[in-house]
C-alpha cells in the first residue's frame, strides 16, 4: 500500500479522476491532468445545458470511455460535436473530431478536483440574468490562454 501511495505521489498525472451522467449509463476515466474550467456563455452552450457550460480539458489519450451505453453525438458546427447522455439528458463533453482536447463538463466529475474557473469566453453572448465574476479573465470570443496540460 506505501509502495503505491509512493508512486501516485511520484507520478500525480496517473492519477484516475472518473465521471458520468446522472443516471449512471455513461461513464469515462481520466488518466491525467485536468486543465481549470472555462466557462462558456455562448448560445450553443446555453440552449444545450440552460445555462453557461463551465468545462474543464484533458489530453484525448488521457481519456477513455467506461460506459457508454446511451451516449450519442450532436453535431451543431461541422467539425465539433457534444456528447450527451440519451436516457437523462446530462451534457458531458464537447470536442473537435480529431482534436487533440476533450473537453468534460465539470458537474459531472466524481469527485473535487480543486479546479477553478480561469476564463470566460463569449461573454458578448451570456444571458442577461447573470453576471460574470470579476477578477476571472473574459473574451467577447472563444479565444483564451489557459494551458491544456
Known amino acids: 500500500m506505501l509502495a ?10 496517473m492519477n484516475v ?3 458520468g451522467c446522472a ?11 485536468l486543465r481549470d474550467v472555462i466557462a462558456c456563455h455562448c448560445e450553443q452552450c446555453r440552449r444545450t445545458s ?3 457550460v463551465a468545462a474543464t480539458a ?6 477513455s470511455l467506461a460506459k457508454s451505453e446511451t451516449l450519442k453525438w450532436f453535431v451543431a458546427v461541422p467539425g465539433f460535436r457534444r456528447g450527451f447522455c440519451s436516457e ?11 482534436g487533440e482536447r476533450v ?23 451570456a444571458g442577461d440574468y447573470y ?8 473574451s467577447r470570443g472563444g479565444e483564451h490562454s489557459v494551458p491544456l496540460p
Do not use: M, N, W
Open 131 to 138: 453576471a460574470i465574476e470579476a477578477g476571472v479573465a473574459t
Open 88 to 98: 437523462c439528458g446530462s451534457s458531458l463533453f464537447f470536442e473537435e473530431v480529431g
Open 103 to 125: 473537453s468534460i463538463a465539470a458537474g459531472s466529475l466524481d469527485e473535487p478536483q480543486r479546479l477553478k474557473i480561469a476564463a470566460h469566453i463569449f461573454v458578448a453572448e
Open 23 to 33: 443516471c449512471g449509463r455513461v461513464r469515462y476515466e481520466v488518466r491525467g491532468p
Open 17 to 19: 479522476v472518473t465521471g
Open 4 to 13: 503505491q501511495l509512493a508512486f501516485f505521489v511520484r507520478f500525480p498525472e
Open 50 to 52: 440552460g445555462h453557461f
Open 58 to 63: 484533458c489530453r484525448r489519450g488521457a481519456f
